[in-house]
Nanobody, 118 residues
């Protein structure tokens, strides 16, 4: 059974930094894509960043140059380093995994709140 558990959210002032972590359990995670999505109140969930099992990453234009996604395959953990945070980054951030390792089914974490004050 696949489980994703996020940590590291919180309240930070604009310009500050936070680091999110997501620990994944279950077979096949190491070959799967891992990613971060976010959902602000009243908005649709949107992609923030993804990283493949071989380390290729992809970012939303809104976070390029400020956020960095990385993964530790030995620990089945994905990280999101968020720098130069803006109030518009405020959202619930969700960890996701998808790919051959999970039969092309998406799995989601419970989410962690990130609030950036101006």
């Amino acid at each position: 059974q696949v489980q994703l558990v996020e940590s590291g959210g919180g309240l930070v002032q604009a310009g500050g930094s936070l680091r999110l972590s997501c620990a994944a359990t279950g077979a096949g995670i190491s070959i799967n894509q891992l990613g971060w999505y976010r959902q602000a109140p009243g908005m649709q969930r949107e992609l923030v960043a993804t990283i493949t099992g071989t380390g290729s990453s992809n970012y939303a234009d809104s976070v390029k140059g400020r956020f960095t996604i990385s993964r530790d395959n030995a620990k089945n953990t994905v990280f999101l380093q968020m720098n130069s945070l803006k109030p518009e980054d405020t959202a619930v951030y969700y960890c996701n995994t998808w790919g051959l390792g999970t039969g092309f089914q998406h799995y989601w974490g419970q989410g962690t709140q990130v609030t950036v004050s101006s």
